[in-house]
């Protein structure tokens, strides 16, 4: 690290970035149509199969009817906060990538390439704190759109993020005890053997709810239930505003089901295939996996979610940290 | 390096003057957490991450967030108060900042300025001297939130 980066330093992260960028909004635009088609497949119907084959060109004419929509901005909003709220919650979903190891330092020309934008040794602080910072795009867009819908769909949001949070960051205290850093680097280097899931089947469980809860999925999607609050925190919205709000649902689901793969399944470890299509396989199986829970469960009522949030899922994460403490003590 | 930090130290001053003078709660805590953010990117350059990542974790992203979902909830109307208080009201704030103010002039000026190092051990040390060195004092805050935790189930409780 001691020598400056050069000009051939810089512009490879520049690449990374917009490789990743460009990337992940494809796999994002992409996801909806999977959504679409697998919950279709789920309750016996076709789903959108006509733009391409097999609709493959849908999130193409999606976009351009996103794009050409008016951008309504209704009365009696806050003008400013309702423009920023769909930004604010898209951003930090995006900022998570950057810590993200997708495969092994590639050699190429002499030099070696990180698989990853930047190794924070406080990667999983600063996950934590993106994802916290989350919170104010779904509340401040439900409060800005001066609509009783949105407000409740916005207070909503808020509660159940900030309580799920907490579950998140205690089934990562686990985690980070084993690896024994902070960097998503070291702790996908400590699962070069075995995968985390295997000593950790109880924080892995706990991560996987709260990462539902925190993308506001089913069953989790109270911010947003449409059969009682029509769409939630974003009601107000239209065309591309709304898109961002949409696209960003879908770039958590990928950045938590990347983020699931690094903590517990060993990141891009795996026999016989190349390390990055063993990372794309293990986070594409999270993606269905959402897919296929949305198509199965019900949603939880609002005391529900609360009582499951403070009262089986926090305690059960604090004894997980006290057991894994005296493993970790008593382990020759 | 220096650029930045001057640019983020005047986004820092200016973000939490108009949180003091905006007079919607919202938008004042808009503002306190765009202050927030530039003070954590501000430690980053400083060469203390942890310590920026804990100021966006706690203070943006806990602290904040409880401010904003109390203003939600109780949707307090933006009352229009008097501009200028006499000086009956303003005395105590200026005695604890005159007190503030002396002892940063004070450390400033008497002690000389300690460059930061990055290590990546950080987290290491700083854990060390949190639950060991200062570890009886870490568990009495604890338990005095504990109590603050208890006091406040008690007095909500009462009124149902």
Same mark, same amino acid.
Not at chain 1, 56 to 63: E, G, N, V
């Given at each position: 690290m001691g020598q400056m980066p050069d000009t051939l330093d810089l512009l490879i992260t520049i690449a990374k970035l917009g490789v990743i960028l460009v990337v992940i909004l494809t796999l994002a635009a992409n996801l909806v149509l999977a959504e679409r088609r697998l919950l279709a497949w789920i309750q016996d119907r076709q789903g959108p199969n006509r733009v391409g084959p097999q609709g493959l060109l849908q999130p193409l004419a999606d976009l351009i009817k996103l794009v050409t929509k008016e951008d309504l901005c209704p009365d009696g909003a806050d003008r400013w906060l309702f423009l920023l709220a769909p930004a604010m919650a898209a951003i930090p979903a995006i900022l998570? %990538?950057?810590?993200?190891?997708?495969?092994?330092p590639l050699s190429l020309l002499g030099r070696e390439i990180p698989l990853q934008v930047v190794d924070l040794h406080v990667g999983v602080l600063f996950f934590v704190a993106l994802s916290s910072i989350a919170v104010y795009g779904v509340a401040l867009g439900g409060w800005a759109s001066n609509s009783k819908y949105a407000l409740l769909g916005g207070i909503r949001g808020l509660a159940q993020l900030i309580s799920y949070e907490l579950v998140m960051g205690l089934s990562l205290a686990p985690v980070v005890m084993l690896a024994r850093s902070f960097s998503l680097n070291d702790i996908v280097a400590a699962q070069a053997d075995l995968p985390f899931i295997l000593f950790q089947p109880v924080a892995f469980a706990l991560f996987f709810i709260s990462i539902l809860a925190e993308c506001k999925r089913t069953p989790f999607d109270l911010p947003e239930a449409e059969s009682e609050l029509?769409?939630? %925190?974003?009601?107000?919205y239209s065309g591309l505003r709304f898109g961002l709000f949409f696209v960003g649902e879908y770039l958590n689901v990928i950045v938590l089901g990347a983020l699931a793969t690094t903590f517990f399944l060993g990141g891009w470890h795996g026999p016989l295939l190349p390390p990055i299509v063993w990372f794309c396989a293990k986070v594409s199986a999270f993606c269905f996996l959402f897919i296929w829970i949305r198509g199965t469960l019900p949603r939880l009522r609002s005391d529900q979610l609360m009582q499951l949030c403070w009262k089986v899922l926090t305690p059960v994460a604090l004894g997980n940290i006290l057991c894994t403490g005296w493993w970790l003590t008593i382990k020759p | 390096m220096t650029v930045l930090f001057y640019l983020l130290a005047l986004v820092a001053t200016v973000a939490t003057f108009l949180c003091i003078t905006e007079r919607h709660p919202v938008h004042a805590v808009v503002y306190l957490v765009t202050s927030f953010f530039s003070l954590a990117v501000i430690f980053y350059l400083l060469g203390a991450p942890l310590v920026a990542a804990f100021e966006v974790i706690i203070y943006a992203g806990a602290i904040m967030v409880l401010f904003l979902f109390s203003i939600m909830m109780i949707r307090p109307e933006v009352t229009e108060i008097d501009?200028?208080?006499g000086f009956r009201d303003w005395w105590p704030a200026l005695l604890l900042g005159g007190i503030l103010l002396a002892a940063l002039g004070y450390t400033i000026f008497s002690q000389p300025l300690r460059q930061g190092t990055v290590s990546p051990g950080e987290i290491r040390e700083f854990a060390r001297l949190l639950f060991q060195k200062y570890g009886v004092a870490v568990e009495i805050v604890s338990l005095q939130l504990l109590f603050a935790l208890v006091g406040a189930h008690y007095l909500g409780g009462r009124r149902r």
């Amino acid at each position: 690290m001691g020598q400056m980066p050069d000009t051939l330093d810089l512009l490879i992260t520049i690449a990374k970035l917009g490789v990743i960028l460009v990337v992940i909004l494809t796999l994002a635009a992409n996801l909806v149509l999977a959504e679409r088609r697998l919950l279709a497949w789920i309750q016996d119907r076709q789903g959108p199969n006509r733009v391409g084959p097999q609709g493959l060109l849908q999130p193409l004419a999606d976009l351009i009817k996103l794009v050409t929509k008016e951008d309504l901005c209704p009365d009696g909003a806050d003008r400013w906060l309702f423009l920023l709220a769909p930004a604010m919650a898209a951003i930090p979903a995006i900022l998570t %990538f950057a810590v993200i190891p997708f495969g092994p330092p590639l050699s190429l020309l002499g030099r070696e390439i990180p698989l990853q934008v930047v190794d924070l040794h406080v990667g999983v602080l600063f996950f934590v704190a993106l994802s916290s910072i989350a919170v104010y795009g779904v509340a401040l867009g439900g409060w800005a759109s001066n609509s009783k819908y949105a407000l409740l769909g916005g207070i909503r949001g808020l509660a159940q993020l900030i309580s799920y949070e907490l579950v998140m960051g205690l089934s990562l205290a686990p985690v980070v005890m084993l690896a024994r850093s902070f960097s998503l680097n070291d702790i996908v280097a400590a699962q070069a053997d075995l995968p985390f899931i295997l000593f950790q089947p109880v924080a892995f469980a706990l991560f996987f709810i709260s990462i539902l809860a925190e993308c506001k999925r089913t069953p989790f999607d109270l911010p947003e239930a449409e059969s009682e609050l029509v769409a939630g %925190f974003h009601a107000e919205y239209s065309g591309l505003r709304f898109g961002l709000f949409f696209v960003g649902e879908y770039l958590n689901v990928i950045v938590l089901g990347a983020l699931a793969t690094t903590f517990f399944l060993g990141g891009w470890h795996g026999p016989l295939l190349p390390p990055i299509v063993w990372f794309c396989a293990k986070v594409s199986a999270f993606c269905f996996l959402f897919i296929w829970i949305r198509g199965t469960l019900p949603r939880l009522r609002s005391d529900q979610l609360m009582q499951l949030c403070w009262k089986v899922l926090t305690p059960v994460a604090l004894g997980n940290i006290l057991c894994t403490g005296w493993w970790l003590t008593i382990k020759p | 390096m220096t650029v930045l930090f001057y640019l983020l130290a005047l986004v820092a001053t200016v973000a939490t003057f108009l949180c003091i003078t905006e007079r919607h709660p919202v938008h004042a805590v808009v503002y306190l957490v765009t202050s927030f953010f530039s003070l954590a990117v501000i430690f980053y350059l400083l060469g203390a991450p942890l310590v920026a990542a804990f100021e966006v974790i706690i203070y943006a992203g806990a602290i904040m967030v409880l401010f904003l979902f109390s203003i939600m909830m109780i949707r307090p109307e933006v009352t229009e108060i008097d501009l200028h208080p006499g000086f009956r009201d303003w005395w105590p704030a200026l005695l604890l900042g005159g007190i503030l103010l002396a002892a940063l002039g004070y450390t400033i000026f008497s002690q000389p300025l300690r460059q930061g190092t990055v290590s990546p051990g950080e987290i290491r040390e700083f854990a060390r001297l949190l639950f060991q060195k200062y570890g009886v004092a870490v568990e009495i805050v604890s338990l005095q939130l504990l109590f603050a935790l208890v006091g406040a189930h008690y007095l909500g409780g009462r009124r149902r």
